[in-house]
């Protein structure tokens, strides 16, 4: 397997260093509810996808959902 793994603070993102369309997939666990822009970072991990990939996000909810 070619993978490359990269650790980015998501509501830091845009930034020159990361490109549009950069990744395939973006893994997003137990990190939204703690950002203040969860919107804001769900749009700056689409940015960095490209057409078709797949964003994972993991939110912990209470045992009563």
Same mark, same amino acid.
């Given at each position: *397997?070619? %993978?490359?793994?990269?650790?980015? +603070?998501?509501?830091? $993102?845009?930034?020159?260093? $990361?490109?549009?369309?950069? &990744?395939?997939?973006?893994?997003? *666990?137990? %990190?939204?509810?703690?950002?203040?822009?969860? %919107?804001? +970072? *769900?749009?700056?991990?689409?940015?960095?996808?490209?057409?078709?990939?797949?964003?994972? $996000? &993991?939110?912990?909810?209470? +045992?009563?959902?």
């Amino acid at each position: *397997l070619n %993978v490359s793994v990269h650790a980015l +603070a998501i509501e830091q $993102v845009p930034c020159e260093a $990361v490109p549009e369309a950069a &990744f395939d997939s973006v893994v997003c *666990l137990n %990190v939204l509810e703690h950002v203040a822009d969860d %919107v804001g +970072a *769900l749009r700056n991990m689409g940015r960095l996808l490209r057409p078709g990939g797949s964003v994972i $996000v &993991f939110v912990p909810a209470m +045992a009563e959902l």
